[in-house]
């Protein structure tokens, strides 16, 4: 080889060397960077504790109610109360379907937003080493049996999009049974499974409440509803 070619050889190595570290260190720099909308939450804070109890008791009364069979209703939530119940009760209310231990305590800080046509949710976990945030948007969407599914699912580690692979396998190694909440959410994010128990709420008077969609609009979620005759 001459020396010319030697020289141009030596220049293009370094130029692709300069741009895979450029490229490494634009990647790790959007990693660590968490999305605009997640703030810091005081999960023990009193008012943020006092609005995930609102919402449980909002939410208890409009479903027991007194309606007309059969008519479809709706009812709205608001972000910031979704997001209250979510660093304050989901974890509890998990461990109380379940058992305790269904939760992974590499699992925390869980936060929301919602917009026009999708939903995100973001947590520190398994993706989120030295307080990394990771999340996932997705669009919900209930089919004619009444089970969520959630389409259209994008991942990111702080501000950079992960494989899907990534996070169910970061997920399924968190989780501690093969048949626990995680483990099934991890194939409900595959995408290609719907979550296993129909959307629908019992009540003692012999009613139950069915979920009939779920739409998402900027800073709520409308869940559109029917109440009937247990079958």
């Known amino acids: 080889m001459s020396r010319a070619n030697h020289r141009r050889l030596t220049w293009a190595l370094l130029i692709v060397a300069g741009l895979v570290t450029l490229l490494l260190g634009a990647g790790w720099f959007l990693s660590v960077q968490k999305p605009a909308w997640v703030v810091e939450l005081d999960e023990q804070s009193p008012a943020l504790q006092r609005l995930a109890g609102d919402v449980e008791n909002g939410l208890t009364t409009l479903i027991t109610e007194p309606r007309v069979l059969d008519k479809p209703w709706s009812m709205v939530l608001r972000q910031d109360a979704a997001g209250a119940w979510l660093a304050c009760r989901l974890k509890p209310w998990v461990e109380h379907q379940f058992a305790d231990g269904a939760w992974p305590d590499a699992v925390r800080s869980v936060q929301c937003t919602?917009?026009?046509?999708?939903?995100?949710?973001?947590?520190?976990?398994?993706?989120?080493?030295?307080?990394?945030?990771?999340?996932?948007?997705?669009?919900?969407?209930?089919?004619?049996?009444?089970?969520?599914?959630?389409?259209?699912?994008?991942?990111?580690?702080?501000?950079?999009?992960?494989?899907?692979?990534?996070?169910?396998?970061?997920?399924?190694?968190?989780?501690?049974?093969?048949?626990?909440?995680?483990?099934?959410?991890?194939?409900?994010?595959?995408?290609?499974?719907?979550?296993?128990?129909?959307?629908?709420?019992?009540?003692?008077?012999?009613?139950?409440v069915r979920v009939l969609s779920l739409t998402c609009e900027e800073g709520l979620l409308i869940v559109r509803c029917v109440t009937e005759r247990s079958r």
């Open 114 to 208: 919602i917009d026009n046509g999708s939903m995100s949710l973001s947590f520190l976990g398994p993706l989120g080493e030295r307080g990394r945030v990771s999340s996932v948007t997705f669009t919900p969407h209930v089919d004619a049996a009444g089970r969520l599914w959630l389409k259209g699912l994008g991942f990111r580690a702080g501000l950079l999009p992960v494989p899907r692979s990534t996070v169910i396998a970061a997920l399924t190694g968190a989780s501690s049974s093969r048949d626990g909440p995680i483990a099934e959410l991890s194939r409900v994010l595959s995408g290609d499974e719907a979550w296993s128990r129909p959307l629908v709420v019992s009540l003692a008077d012999g009613r139950r």
